[in-house]
């Protein structure tokens, strides 16, 4: 590890953001988040009901190209409700990534399922679709229509592909894989709000996805998420069970089944709305900014910047860089953090943790080779940085 050239990727990082200490990644509060969430509070209507949830749902929906948006209080709850929505249930399996955000497995086991880890490729960093055919092939069998695991004699009932880092998978392939073997698509689009495969938004493939606001994402609600769909009974029944299955009547409180409550409060909405209007603008700084890195890493021998692939249009939400040499990932985020330099490895595979240890796995090698090489840098929108608040 050379110091020296570390030390200027660093000093050149602080130049940029004019900081001290740079985080990995801060929301950017400039433009009419102030007025919204003010007019929020004068009416009133802080809570599950009034006019900025509405409108944030139909300017979401607008902006990736479904019919309906359902927003909720995190990307975890849209995850869960979505997979009711497409039928999973107590022990079914859940086809996911290893390489991925510990909620995506937790999603899967709120229904009482069990997460079926498979491989990556490192062209997209999502699902390899080829290997997942061929492991389907191997361990799988078709029983009046639905896919089975023969060695656990479990129903697979979906596929969660993951748009990692805001980078499309390649979902063409993957809807082959379901289509072939019956499998529901529930994209986990939780970090690539203003990605595209193909000229098409993620979170439109499947027949239900989930996005999440978080503070730390490219748009932030202070918490948040949203499912999206294309299926307007889906919807409808989705606003239904996030809204704790409440029947509509004038003064009594009735329930029609166990629901949950998980709609998105009006206040965070408000929030959001003023956000979604700084959108396209967040995704061209953020794309501007991964060109920067490029330049940078160019001059580290062994490093370069993970880039999009050559039929998708990535939002760049984490810069992340891919190194030659594994055996100095550890000494590279302690000098960088040691400088003031926020970076962060990819999260644990999910494989690896205590509770998923014994669920069902692929072949997992490329998971094992990206989690050794992946360090995530800065990605606050440059253009943004001096009205950035902590």
């Given at each position: 590890m050379n110091n020296k050239q570390w030390m200027e990727l660093a000093t050149l990082i602080k130049a940029e953001y004019q900081k001290e200490v740079v985080g990995l990644h801060e929301p950017t509060f400039n433009h009419k988040e102030v007025e919204y969430v003010t007019d929020c509070i004068k009416s009133g209507w802080v809570s599950s009901v009034g006019s900025y949830v509405n409108r944030f749902e139909e300017e979401l929906a607008r902006f990736v190209g479904v019919k309906r948006a359902v927003a909720v209080v995190n990307g975890t709850a849209a995850l869960h409700i979505s997979l009711k929505l497409v039928g999973v249930v107590e022990e079914d399996e859940v086809l996911i990534p290893s390489l991925t955000f510990v909620a995506t497995a937790n999603a899967v086991t709120y229904?009482?399922?069990?997460?079926?880890?498979?491989?990556?490729?490192?062209?997209?960093?999502?699902?390899?679709?080829?290997?997942?055919?061929?492991?389907l092939e191997s361990i799988g069998e078709l029983r009046q229509g639905e896919l089975y695991n023969k060695n656990t004699n479990r129903r697979i009932k979906a596929l969660v592909p993951m748009h990692t880092f805001g980078h499309p998978c390649m979902m063409d392939e993957l809807i082959s894989v379901c289509e072939k073997f019956n499998l529901e698509l529930v994209e986990d689009a939780a970090e690539s709000l203003g990605s595209y495969y193909k000229e098409k938004h993620t979170g439109s493939f499947g027949r239900v996805s989930a996005v999440s606001f978080n503070g730390n994402k490219i748009i932030t609600t202070g918490g948040g998420g949203a499912i999206l769909t294309d299926d307007e009974i889906l919807a409808d029944y989705a606003k239904h069970l996030t809204t704790t299955a409440k029947v509509p009547h004038q003064w009594m409180y009735l329930h029609d089944e166990i629901g949950f409550n998980y709609r998105m409060p009006n206040l965070n909405a408000a929030l959001g709305c003023a956000q979604l209007e700084k959108l396209p603008s967040f995704i061209e700084s953020k794309r501007k900014l991964a060109e920067t890195y490029s330049l940078w890493l160019e001059e580290i021998e062994g490093v370069r910047l993970f880039k999009e692939i050559s039929i998708a249009r990535s939002n760049y939400w984490l810069q992340t860089m891919l190194i030659e040499d594994k055996n100095h990932k550890e000494e590279i985020l302690e000098f960088l953090n040691g400088q003031g330099v926020m970076c962060r490895p990819v999260w644990s595979p999910l494989h690896t943790l205590k509770m998923y240890q014994s669920c069902p796995r692929s072949d997992l090698s490329e998971t094992e080779y990206l989690n050794a090489v992946i360090i995530s840098m800065p990605s606050t929108p440059l253009s943004e940085v001096s009205t950035v608040e902590s």
């Amino acid at each position: 590890m050379n110091n020296k050239q570390w030390m200027e990727l660093a000093t050149l990082i602080k130049a940029e953001y004019q900081k001290e200490v740079v985080g990995l990644h801060e929301p950017t509060f400039n433009h009419k988040e102030v007025e919204y969430v003010t007019d929020c509070i004068k009416s009133g209507w802080v809570s599950s009901v009034g006019s900025y949830v509405n409108r944030f749902e139909e300017e979401l929906a607008r902006f990736v190209g479904v019919k309906r948006a359902v927003a909720v209080v995190n990307g975890t709850a849209a995850l869960h409700i979505s997979l009711k929505l497409v039928g999973v249930v107590e022990e079914d399996e859940v086809l996911i990534p290893s390489l991925t955000f510990v909620a995506t497995a937790n999603a899967v086991t709120y229904i009482r399922a069990i997460p079926h880890f498979v491989d990556v490729n490192r062209e997209s960093l999502g699902i390899d679709p080829m290997k997942l055919e061929g492991y389907l092939e191997s361990i799988g069998e078709l029983r009046q229509g639905e896919l089975y695991n023969k060695n656990t004699n479990r129903r697979i009932k979906a596929l969660v592909p993951m748009h990692t880092f805001g980078h499309p998978c390649m979902m063409d392939e993957l809807i082959s894989v379901c289509e072939k073997f019956n499998l529901e698509l529930v994209e986990d689009a939780a970090e690539s709000l203003g990605s595209y495969y193909k000229e098409k938004h993620t979170g439109s493939f499947g027949r239900v996805s989930a996005v999440s606001f978080n503070g730390n994402k490219i748009i932030t609600t202070g918490g948040g998420g949203a499912i999206l769909t294309d299926d307007e009974i889906l919807a409808d029944y989705a606003k239904h069970l996030t809204t704790t299955a409440k029947v509509p009547h004038q003064w009594m409180y009735l329930h029609d089944e166990i629901g949950f409550n998980y709609r998105m409060p009006n206040l965070n909405a408000a929030l959001g709305c003023a956000q979604l209007e700084k959108l396209p603008s967040f995704i061209e700084s953020k794309r501007k900014l991964a060109e920067t890195y490029s330049l940078w890493l160019e001059e580290i021998e062994g490093v370069r910047l993970f880039k999009e692939i050559s039929i998708a249009r990535s939002n760049y939400w984490l810069q992340t860089m891919l190194i030659e040499d594994k055996n100095h990932k550890e000494e590279i985020l302690e000098f960088l953090n040691g400088q003031g330099v926020m970076c962060r490895p990819v999260w644990s595979p999910l494989h690896t943790l205590k509770m998923y240890q014994s669920c069902p796995r692929s072949d997992l090698s490329e998971t094992e080779y990206l989690n050794a090489v992946i360090i995530s840098m800065p990605s606050t929108p440059l253009s943004e940085v001096s009205t950035v608040e902590s």
